[in-house]
């Protein structure tokens, strides 16, 4: 019973966290009992830090990148604040000052193929890894050192940590070649597997971190560009989107996500051990507070009301429909 538990929680739970890894059948790999086990228990971690703790989400974002020495050179002094912050390399490095900046420039320039101080293409990419407020700002910048070394490896790279606002981020500034000649081209699916390894290193340092993706946690709502947080921006543009997401592919991802929430709260409420099924209850109530089933509701309750013989719905009110003759009142020509 519990082997046929947890062999369902890693097929439907490696669905709803891990959804970017695409396996064929002749590559699956055969899982021994023991590892499934083992995967079940980590899988059953981030379902608790999921829909019980709430753990935060870490944020890794392209910000763009230097199209050329100029523009990269002009990166490299915005994160470390003209030299006043510390500037990481990826041999470990640590300086500081002007001298410093314009050293790490030269060496960016001419190590492996010249970059040009305008190229048509990206030369260099600036990664911001963040965590929410109060997050302890040294570990930040040590999980991110530690992402760095995985991800990053086989590229030059220099690391800033900004702790002036709110909350703690690293910038990363990496050379788009590496040293083996190959470029970075960061795709969706490496968005997703760097978010995962940065909170991977958060959580190796006993801070809570979660990397789920948005269908998982069932949100619809759209962020803001950044061109929508400036002051008029709803005035001046004539774009106009709306609030919460939709169209097929977002109806896809969360009915897929759905439906693997479905599974495991089926599995883990068939489980004999409590643990499990109190984790199963806190499943339904995680779930039932998603953007995604509060518009569901939503929607069933506007259809309901629509079926409704003789009834209509109008600013919120319940009107009684009548028929025309009955709206002209009585005949008084008699």
Same mark, same amino acid.
């Given at each position: 019973?519990?082997?046929?538990?947890?062999?369902?929680?890693?097929q439907?739970?490696?669905?709803?966290?891990?959804?970017?890894i695409?396996?064929?059948a002749?590559?699956?790999?055969?899982l021994?009992?023991?590892?499934?086990?083992?995967?079940?228990?980590?899988?059953?971690?981030?379902?608790r830090?999921?829909?019980?703790?709430?753990?935060?989400?870490?944020?890794?974002?392209?910000?763009?990148?230097?199209?050329?020495?100029?523009a990269?050179?002009?990166?490299?002094?915005?994160?470390?604040?003209?030299?006043?912050?510390?500037?990481?390399?990826d =041999?470990? !490095?640590? $300086? #500081?000052?002007?001298? /410093?900046l314009? %050293?790490?420039?030269?060496?960016?320039?001419?190590?492996? &193929?010249?970059?040009?101080?305008?190229?048509?293409r990206?030369?260099?990419?600036?990664?911001?890894?963040?965590?929410?407020?109060?997050?302890d700002?040294r570990?930040? =910048?040590? !999980?991110? $050192? #530690?992402?760095?070394? /995985?991800?990053? %490896?086989?590229?030059?790279?220099?690391?800033v940590?900004? &702790?002036?606002?709110?909350?703690p981020?690293?910038?990363?500034?990496?050379?788009?070649?590496?040293?083996?000649?190959?470029?970075?081209?960061?795709r969706?699916?490496?968005?997703?597997?760097? $978010? #995962?390894?940065?909170?991977?290193?958060l959580?190796?340092?006993?801070?809570?971190?979660?990397?789920?993706s948005?269908?998982?946690?069932?949100?619809?709502?759209?962020?803001?560009?950044g061109?929508e947080?400036?002051?008029?921006?709803a005035?001046?543009?004539?774009?106009k989107?709306?609030e919460?997401?939709?169209?097929?592919?977002?109806?896809?991802?969360r009915?897929?996500?759905?439906?693997?929430?479905?599974?495991?709260?089926k599995?883990?409420?068939?489980?004999?051990?409590?643990?499990?099924?109190?984790?199963?209850?806190?499943?339904?109530?995680?779930?039932?507070?998603?953007?995604?089933?509060?518009?569901?509701?939503?929607?069933?309750a506007?259809?309901?009301?629509?079926?409704?013989?003789?009834?209509?719905?109008?600013?919120?009110?319940?009107?009684?429909?009548v028929?025309?003759?009955?709206?002209?009142?009585?005949?008084?020509?008699?």
């Open positions: 019973m519990s082997s046929t538990i947890d062999g369902l929680l890693v439907w739970g490696d669905r709803l966290f891990y959804p970017s695409r396996m064929t002749s590559r699956t790999p055969v021994t009992d023991a590892a499934v086990r083992q995967r079940a228990q980590v899988l059953r971690q981030r379902i830090a999921t829909v019980e703790s709430r753990a935060p989400q870490v944020m890794v974002k392209v910000t763009g990148g230097g199209r050329g020495m100029s990269i050179a002009a990166h490299l002094r915005y994160i470390a604040k003209s030299g006043r912050l510390l500037i990481e390399d =041999r470990g !490095a640590v $300086r #500081e000052g002007r001298e /410093a314009r %050293a790490i420039a030269d060496q960016w320039r001419l190590g492996g &193929t010249r970059i040009p101080e305008v190229s048509e990206r030369e260099a990419f600036n990664i911001m890894l963040s965590m929410p407020t109060g997050t700002a570990v930040v =910048r040590q !999980a991110a $050192r #530690e992402f760095a070394k /995985a991800e990053l %490896a086989n590229h030059r790279y220099v690391l940590l900004h &702790t002036h606002q709110a909350n981020h690293v910038h990363i500034s990496v050379r788009a070649e590496g040293r083996d000649g190959k470029r970075l081209n960061p969706k699916e490496d968005l997703h597997r760097w $978010r #995962e390894t940065f909170a991977e290193k959580r190796g340092w006993g801070i809570e971190a979660e990397a789920s948005q269908a998982t946690r069932g949100v619809s709502r759209r962020s803001l560009r061109w947080r400036q002051p008029g921006a005035t001046r543009s004539s774009k989107r709306g919460h997401k939709s169209g097929p592919a977002f109806g896809a991802t009915s897929s996500a759905l439906q693997a929430w479905a599974e495991i709260t599995a883990l409420a068939a489980s004999p051990d409590p643990a499990d099924r109190k984790l199963s209850k806190s499943i339904v109530d995680f779930v039932m507070q998603t953007d995604v089933a509060r518009a569901a509701q939503r929607h069933r506007a259809q309901r009301q629509a079926e409704l013989p003789g009834m209509n719905i109008d600013r919120g009110r319940t009107v009684q429909r028929s025309p003759e009955r709206s002209r009142g009585p005949d008084m020509s008699r």
